[in-house]
């Protein structure tokens, strides 16, 4: 997790498990770009999928974390952007093969599906994971 990079963003409805992660990646050192929402006034989640989808796909952060009520509308926006592969995790298991053998570069947490502490794991593990490569890389390469 050495120097990597995160955009964070959530709406109303993922607005308590950001600040969590946010606390999460403090804790740790680990350098991030808060995107919003700032407030747990109600917002338009794809306003704010979009600008973490464009923070990764420019290179100016490694990877992204979006929240929402349910992590539905942050994966299908974020997936529009050409070069996102944005995995939706309600479990570990699913984080970890998400970033081995897809490259995910974006997670996506339902705050008001998962647990806070399920979130936070999920979240480390999907962090600590490397992309395994090899015949998984032709595979992306395919999507891409
Ligand atoms: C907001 O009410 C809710 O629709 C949003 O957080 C998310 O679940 C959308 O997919």
């Given at each position: ?13 993922g607005?308590k ?98 647990g ?26 395919i999507?891409?």
């Amino acid at each position: 997790m050495d120097h990597l990079k995160v955009a964070i963003g959530s709406d109303h409805g993922g607005f308590k498990y950001k600040q969590k992660i946010i606390d999460y990646l403090n804790a740790r050192n680990i350098e991030f770009v808060d995107v919003g929402t700032h407030t747990p006034e109600s917002c338009d989640y794809p306003e704010i999928a979009r600008n973490v989808a464009e923070l990764v796909v420019s290179g100016q952060v490694d990877r992204g974390i979006l929240v929402c009520g349910t992590g539905i509308g942050m994966s299908i926006t974020a997936n529009k952007t050409r070069g996102i592969r944005a995995a939706l995790c309600g479990d570990t298991y699913s984080a970890r093969v998400s970033r081995a053998h897809n490259n995910a570069n974006i997670l996506c947490l339902g705050e008001r599906v998962i647990g806070e502490h399920l979130a936070l794991d999920i979240v480390d593990i999907w962090l600590k994971t490397g992309f395994e490569g090899g015949r998984h890389k032709r595979r992306v390469d395919i999507i891409e």
